[in-house]
């Protein structure tokens, strides 16, 4: 009776495979054969080929020079490469292309607006909009400069030191989402931020391993003892959350109790924050217990660890080029009287060279170095056509350094090149600091005023200093960009 049933499950098996492989010799010869594209074998595609690759790695496999839209097949999935701001443009504004790359399902996140589908974000992403909104931003300016100051107060504790920057931006990050977004006062620039830091890194590098093991790709990654050990960091994330959320309804009942309905008030206004939004509307029975948490594990991750990486690659800059931190220092010295003056919404309009820094860091370490989307129907570029199913990497790290669209000086560090005239003829998708299209980040706003703020208390504070070059750095092209060297930055008292 077995050997019966294992010959059906061959030739059936057999069947679906010849299938599989005549519909690839199909596709080649009809839709795709407009696009270069990698030669792979049967069967595994170019799969045996990805084996170990890291994500960069993984990306240049596609292209070897070709920096037009390219494609390889990994068994029966067809990936294509992007890394020209036409295709990007083409792809980042299709509603066939609304859809995230399969890999976004490795976060467990069904209807947050980073991952979900279509459909679900469209709704989400036009409720949650206001909150993050100019009006919003504008009322968390005193929050950021709190944070920022007390950020500072504990980064005295380093002078003279080697620091870690990220673990301490992190922490600031998640006390100021913490407050401004979700309404909660927990301290979280101590132990408790540096374990969450430890259990957003450990996932993100769980994730990373993942996406590098194409075996892994499918449910057989369930049976492994590498999703055994994820999805406890990813239990005990979701504790975390869940825990600031009932602390949120509770505080909200107290209220209630006392005659103050904190939801009502706040929609009345048109000042709801994030959380606020979501509760609301659980409140209304439009949203389930479900979207509201998932919603805050999105916009939690979404912006603490892009806030601190980001942080990590400006600083980085500064203390290897000290001719612009000092001109940035300078600029701050026209602003601001006093080392620990409060940032207004004014301030910030006046920060105008610190923003071509932080533009041209962004260019150099992509807070997103690849953006995945799916295409849900037959979609039409080039010449040629991207079948309905197809994953599609927008390679946004490789289109930064490239000097056909950035000029000689591409790999150089030049703020100078972000100045109106000498970027007014750019295409409008070559810089995509936040993604782009209708499915751009959500917290743009949000991120541009923390970041000018967390920088303004960091440089009349401190002068930066490090002994790396350009040439030493070492970049991780995960799913988000890390700097892989080791506290590369010192810091030293600041004569204001």
């Known amino acids: 009776m077995i050997g019966e049933v294992l010959v059906v499950f061959s030739i059936v098996s057999t069947i679906i495979l010849v299938a599989v492989e005549c519909w690839k010799v199909y596709l080649n010869e009809t839709k795709l054969k407009a696009f270069h594209h990698q030669t792979s074998i049967p069967v595994f595609g170019r799969a045996l080929h990805l084996l170990g690759k890291n ?39 299709s509603d066939k292309c609304l859809k995230k790359a399969f890999v976004y399902e490795f976060l467990y996140n069904r209807t947050g607006i980073l991952t979900s589908e279509p459909s679900i974000w469209k709704e989400h992403r036009r409720a949650l909009n206001p909150t993050l909104g100019p009006k919003m931003v504008k009322r968390f300016i005193p929050i950021f400069n709190d944070k920022s100051r007390k950020m500072v107060d504990l980064m005295e504790r380093k002078l003279g ?71 406890v960091k990813f239990l005990a994330f979701y504790r975390f959350n869940r825990s600031a959320l009932e602390t949120k309804k509770m505080q909200l009942a107290e ?27 659980e409140f209304e029975q439009k949203w389930t217990d479900l979207e509201v948490c998932e919603e805050m594990d999105t ?79 037959d979609f039409e570029i080039n010449g040629g056509v991207i079948p309905k199913g ?27 090149r972000f100045l109106p005239e ?33 920088m303004a208390y960091i440089l009349r504070r401190f002068k930066l200093t490090t002994h790396l070059k350009m040439q030493d750095i070492v970049i991780k092209p995960e799913l988000l960009l890390k700097i892989g060297n080791e506290d590369p930055i010192r810091l030293e008292r600041r004569e204001w």
């Open 55 to 93: 994500n960069e790695e993984i990306m240049e496999s596609f292209c070897q020079d070709h920096d037009d839209l390219t494609y390889i097949w990994v068994g029966p999935i067809l990936l294509f490469h992007v890394s020209s701001p036409e295709d990007f443009q083409q792809i980042l504004t």
């Open 161 to 231: 030191s080697k620091i870690d920057m990220q673990r301490t931006m992190f922490k600031a990050a998640a006390e100021t989402i913490m407050t401004a977004s979700f309404g909660l006062n927990w301290p979280m620039q101590n132990k408790r931020g540096d374990d969450i830091h430890d259990l957003i890194i450990f996932i993100l590098e769980g994730l990373q391993k993942r996406v590098q093991r194409v075996w892994l790709w499918n449910p057989v990654y369930k049976f492994t003892q590498e999703y055994k050990r994820n999805i």
């Open 255 to 281: 209220k209630l109790e006392h005659g103050e309905d904190e939801l009502a008030i706040a929609k009345e206004n048109h000042n709801q924050n994030y959380l606020q939004k979501c509760l609301q509307l």
């Open 299 to 377: 916009i939690f991750v979404g912006s603490v660890d892009t806030s601190a990486t980001t942080i990590c690659g400006i600083t980085l800059m500064l203390a290897i080029h000290q001719e612009y931190q000092e001109r940035v220092v300078d600029e701050m010295r026209e602003i601001f009287e006093d080392v620990d003056e409060p940032v207004t919404n004014e301030h910030l309009a006046r920060m105008t060279f610190l923003e071509l820094v932080i533009k041209e860091s962004i260019r150099h370490f992509p807070i997103a170095p690849f953006i995945g989307r799916e295409c849900t129907a």
């Open 390 to 416: 197809s994953q599609i990497f927008l390679n946004v790290l490789r289109m930064n350094k490239n000097p056909k669209f950035y000029g000689e000086n591409a790999h150089v560090f030049y703020p100078e």
């Open 422 to 454: 000498n970027c007014s003829n750019w295409h409008p998708y070559l810089y995509v600091p936040f993604s782009a299209g209708p499915r751009n980040c959500i917290g743009a706003r949000y991120a541009w005023a923390s970041l000018k703020i967390a």
